[in-house]
Structures are given as C-alpha cells and as structure tokens.
C-alpha cells in the first residue's frame, strides 16, 4: 500500500509542477519539479524512500531513451553521423580524461581510478532538461539538432566508462588493452543488438498489422513493452543497454515512415501515447532529482572524507572545466553545425553548445550506483562523489536558465491567443453561412450547435433571454401535449409520465449536479415518496408477467418516444423561427438542451445520416475558408497550420463519436 501511495504523490508532484509551470512561465517545469521532489521526503511515506539506479534506468531511462531514439530522423543521423560520434563518444572521453586529472590536482588524496569515475559520473547530458528551460527561447535548430543526437550515445560512454571504472575499482587491476576491447564490445555490441533486436520487433508488428492484429489495444502495449525486452537482453549479454534501446527506437522510427499513410489511426493513437507517457517520465525523473537530494545531504553529514565547502569549490570548478572544454571542442571545429558560415555565428555556436551541457537523470543514477562498500570497507569517498555530482546538477540547470535568456531571443509566436480565437470563429461562421443556406430544419439547427462547440473561447449568451426561450418552449411542449390528449392520441397516463420525465430533465438544466444528485437521492432513498410511487409502479408492472410485460414496457416507450419526437418538432419549428437565429447564441444553446433530449430519447438514424453530411460539408467549408485566407496573406502560414491542425481533430473526434452511436 505504501508503494502506490508513494507512486501516486509522485504522479501528483509531476501534476502539480506542470500547472505551476502553466501559471509562472518564468520558472521552467523541470525546476518546480525538483523543489516538489525535495519536499516530498518530509512526507511520512517517503522517509524509507530509496532511489534504485538499476531499477531506474530499466524502468525509466530504457524507455525515455527508446521513445527519443524512435523521434530522431535516421536520415539525418546518418549525414550527421561525423559530429554525432565526435559530440557522443570522443568529446565524452576527453572531458572524462580532462575531468579526471583536474579532480587528482584539486584533491590529491584521492585516487586516480575514482577522479576518472567523477569525471564519467558528470559527464553524460540530457537534452530532455535542455528542452525544458530553453521551452521560451528561440535556440537556433541546428545547434538543438546536435545536442539532440549527442545525449542518444554519450550516456553510453559514459556509464561504459563508468563501469570500466568501477571494475578496475574493486578488483585492482586496470589494462588499457582490456578497456579498450571491454569499451569496443560494450558499446559496440550495444548497437549491433538493438538494430538486431529492433528488426525482429518491426517485423513483428508488420505481421500483427497483416494479420489484423493491429488494435490500439494490442499494438500500444507491444511497443511499450519492446525497450524493457532489449534492455534486458542487452544487460543479461553485457552490452550497453542504452544503446541498445536508443538503436532499438532508431529501428522503430524509421518503420514509421514506411507506413506512411497505412495504419493512419493506428499511429496516431500510438503517438499520442508515447507523448503522454514520455511527458509523465519526465517529470518523474526531475522530481526523483529532488527526492534524491535530502538523501546525498544526509550522507554527507554522516560520512565524509573532505569538507562541504570544498567539494563545493570542486564542484563548481569541473562544471566550469566542462563548460571551457565543450565551447572549445566547438570552437575548434571538433563538430561541424551545418549552419555555422560566419565567425559571429561560429562563436555564438559554440557558447550554447558549451552551456546546453546539461546533467541530470543519468549523472544522478549514476552516482548512487557507487557501491556502499569496497574492500570490506565503508565507502568513505561515495557521499563525497554523489555531493559534487549533485553541485553540477544543479549548476548546469541553474547557469543556462539565467545566461541564456540574456543571449537567445524569446521565442515569438506568429500569432496570438485572441487572433487564434478570433481566426477560428472567422472559420466557424463561414462554415455556419454555408449551412444556413438550407432550410432552418432541426438538423441544420443541431449542426450549428455542433460546429459552435469548436470555439476555443466560451460563447456569452444573455442568462435572462435564455430563460425567456425556455419558459416558451416549455409553453409549446404543455400545449402540444394538451392537444395530443385532446385528440386521444395518448393517453392521460403517458402525458403524466413524460411530463415527469421532461420535469426531470428541466430541474437538470436550472439547478445543476447537485439538485440532479438530489432528485436521485430522493427516487432512491427508502420510504422517500418519490421511491413509494416508484416501488408501486414496480409491483404492478411485475404483476403482468411474460411476453406481456415486455410488449407493455415497448409500447409504451414507443409512445414516450411519439410523444418526445412531437414536442421536439413544435420547438424546433419554434426556435427555427426566431429572428437573425443563426446570429443568437441563446437560441443555440436552448437547442443544443433540447437536442441532447431528443438524442437521449432515440434520434432516428436518418436524422444522423443528414447531420453526417451536413458536417462533412461544413468541415471541408472551414479547410476551404482557412487555406484561402492563407494564401491571400490574411493569416501566416503558423496560424493556418494549427487551424487546420484543430479542425482535423474536431473531425475525427465526431467521425469516432459517430461510429460508437
């Protein structure tokens, strides 16, 4: 129980974080979810709370990897493939070597095997935090491009590294010539397994998508389980699993774009999943970072072999050695960013490229990955490592947050809110002219309602004309229902329970949840007179038993329906009626009531066949009206493209609630 407790406030903590990011802009999302996480401890069920870094980066880290691995065009990575192996691998293994031989200067006492380890702990980026406080800037798109695919393989050298480190470490015996065959296996054989492992796993979902097995329920949690399948075997066959995963999703991405247009919804659904759930790991890794930190101060106060103070200064000094060594390896040309033409833009290149080096989930998981003992000893050095780890951490999130909002532009949208709600009416009401040019029947009327309902902005209507068109309509529906009985064509009795049954529903609308909550409570609640009436209804229907019973309970429901689709018609022709109705909210919205009641009671499937082609028209209406307004340069091409963007999801959405009907 105390499990899913803790992993309940940890999805509220990723929650609460992105609405406060929401409402303060200013402050990214990945720093309110690290100052949620750090307050998480002082929360009873999180004092026996313990990160496990094989856990994390099999549960986590295998699939954040593997969705951005399926994100990166092959293409590209292929044209790039130079700047890629130099950002990823031989910029990583410097600045481990540079980080390891400043760490043995600064603190002479300590060895040369844990320097080396430091420096492939604080080594790896995540482009993932690099997103997130650059979410307001506007970083040029080859630069993100590179910091993109240097984070798919360089938290594979570094954790190779790591490990290599480790094992010298506890056994005492470092060979270059076995690290170097040790580092060409594991990071070679991580690739090699991952495109084997993800061929397999296409192939695989080709032949469920043949076969008609390709459901979103059987296809979603195939995928979702592929990385945690090659990350295992990775593991178990003592390759690098990372890269494994990441080679894995490369594999997957590019059978993406050989669907192409096939299995359209399919993908859709897909994608969205995987946006949903990569969002949701990323904010559980940030605020895992702050629930971490209370930890790493606690060990440092118990145990340590040197003084806050100074690793404080260490830490600070190897985060400003990273920042001189990437800008230089830029600089110098050591990677090539395709756009880089002028020295000015050269220089500027290689400032954010030094400062988008930033450290998080895999620096963190690293660092409590250091063994508690060594030797049959207590690892005095551990809470030392994990503190500086720590420091860079947060410098790294902390420097780029301020610097570059003072050298990158805000980035600018091309169009604002109220345009954006001002060009979508525009789009509704020209899909409304359309409409209107047919007779104001019930269905066109319905249309107009449906098509309001993809205002972004709320519509204003007058509550006081609202309820003055309700008192007619009311009016109309006791008339009709007097005249129906007048004319023998119901019953006294069926008059008396529909109008009970429109009371309902009208007690519904004017007083909300809570008096419908009520009137429930009331029918439901024994020796209520509300539940007397309805338990002597009961006893005497079941005194009529058989086929008799169930040819009573259909006519009469047939009748309900006669009479439910007569008042419909009045009020309708009613409301059809209404001066400039098309130009009156207020009329919509009491149609959109009573409209809602007549599909409760059973519209008829003609009336959904003539509102299916009356959307259908009016949707191509709005994609018509939009691209126009494009082209003559009424609206920018930004602004189009999210229109016809929303339009297309109104679409689906009513085709899909169409189907289910």
């Known amino acids: 129980m105390e499990l899913t407790i803790t992993l309940l406030l940890i ?31 002082f929360i009873p069920w999180f004092h026996d709370f313990e990160m496990i870094p094989e856990v994390f980066l099999f549960v986590i880290i295998s699939v954040l990897m593997f969705n951005e691995g399926q994100h990166t065009n092959i293409r590209r990575l292929f044209k790039h493939w130079g700047s890629t192996l130099s950002m ?167 059978q993406q774009n050989v669907l192409k247009l096939s299995s359209s919804r399919l993908q859709i659904t897909t994608n969205s999943a995987w946006e949903l759930i990569s969002s949701i790991l990323n904010g559980i890794v940030f605020v895992l970072l702050g629930v971490s930190f209370p930890e790493v101060w606690q060990d440092l ?35 090539k960013v395709p756009h880089q033409r002028q020295q000015k833009a050269r220089f500027t290149d290689s400032v954010l490229i030094a400062l988008s080096g930033v450290h998080g989930t895999i620096t963190m998981a690293m660092a409590f990955s250091l063994p508690l003992h060594l030797k049959n000893k207590v690892f005095i050095e551990r809470s030392d490592l994990i503190f500086v780890a720590a420091v860079v951490i947060i410098l790294s999130l902390l420097v780029p947050t301020i610097v570059l909002k003072l050298i990158l532009p805000p ?5 604002t809110r109220s345009e954006l709600d001002k060009a979508k009416e525009d789009t509704i009401n020209a899909a409304i002219r359309l409409i209107s040019q047919h007779s104001s029947n019930p269905n066109t009327i319905a249309v107009i309602h449906t098509l309001n309902s993809q205002q972004l902005a709320p519509i204003v209507v007058d509550p006081q004309k609202v309820n003055e068109l309700l008192e ?126 007549q599909r409760n009671w059973n519209r008829t499937r003609d009336e959904q066949i003539v509102q299916n082609q009356l959307l259908t028209r009016a949707f191509q209406e709005e994609y018509t009206y939009v691209q126009n307004r494009v082209l003559d340069g009424s609206w920018s091409r930004q602004l189009g493209n999210q229109l016809f963007d929303d339009i297309a999801n109104d679409q689906m959405l009513y085709i899909q609630r169409s189907l289910e009907e």
Do not use: C
Not at 315 to 331: E, I
Not at 411 to 415: C, H, N, V
């Open 88 to 254: 990823s691998v031989w910029l990583a293994l410097v600045t481990i070597i540079v980080v390891g031989l400043v760490t043995k200067w600064f603190l002479p006492t300590l060895s040369l095997s844990l320097a080396f380890i430091l420096g492939a702990i604080i080594t790896p980026t995540d482009s993932v935090a690099v997103s997130s406080i650059t979410s307001d800037l506007k970083v040029p798109r080859p630069v993100m491009n590179t910091l993109e695919r240097e984070s798919l393989f360089n938290d594979a050298s570094g954790l190779v590294v790591f490990n290599l480190g480790i094992t010298a470490l506890v056994t005492g015996y470092f060979s270059i010539l076995h690290a170097v065959t040790d580092f060409l296996y594991v990071f070679g054989g991580g690739i090699l397994l991952g495109v084997i492992l993800g061929w397999i796993a296409v192939r695989i979902r080709l032949w469920m998508i043949r076969q008609r097995l390709s459901g979103p329920q059987v296809i979603i949690p195939y995928n979702l389980l592929t990385p945690f399948f090659v990350y295992f075997a990775a593991e178990m066959l003592g390759v690098s699993g990372i890269l494994a995963v990441v080679t894995a999703g490369i594999v997957h991405g590019w």
């Open 411 to 415: 980035k600018q949208q091309s169009f």
């Open 301 to 335: 106060a118990t145990r340590s072999a040197h003084g806050v103070s100074v690793l404080l200064i260490l830490g600070t000094l190897l985060y400003v050695v990273m920042l001189v060594v990437r800008f230089l390896w830029a600089w110098l040309g050591m990677v």
């Open 11 to 41: 999805i509220f903590a990723v929650f609460a974080s992105n609405l406060a990011a929401a409402k303060v802009k200013v402050i990214p999302a990945a720093f309110w979810e690290i100052g949620i996480g750090l307050l998480l401890p």
């Open 472 to 597: 007619d309509t009311k009016r109309i529906e006791k008339e009709t229902i007097k005249q129906m009985v007048a004319t023998h064509e119901i019953s006294e009795m069926l008059a008396a329970d529909y109008e009970r049954t429109a009371a309902l529903m009208y007690r519904r609308l004017d007083n909300g949840l809570w008096q419908t909550t009520l009137d429930y409570w009331r029918l439901f609640m024994p020796f209520s007179q509300a539940n007397r009436n309805y338990r002597k209804r009961k006893r005497q229907f079941r005194k009529v038993t058989g086929e008799k019973r169930r040819t009573e309970r259909e006519r009469w429901f047939t009748d309900l329906q006669r009479v439910s689709k007569k008042t419909f018609e009045e009020i309708s022709n009613y409301l059809a009626n209404v001066e400039d109705v098309f130009e009156h909210p207020e009329v919509l919205v009491v149609r959109s009531f009573y409209d809602q009641r």
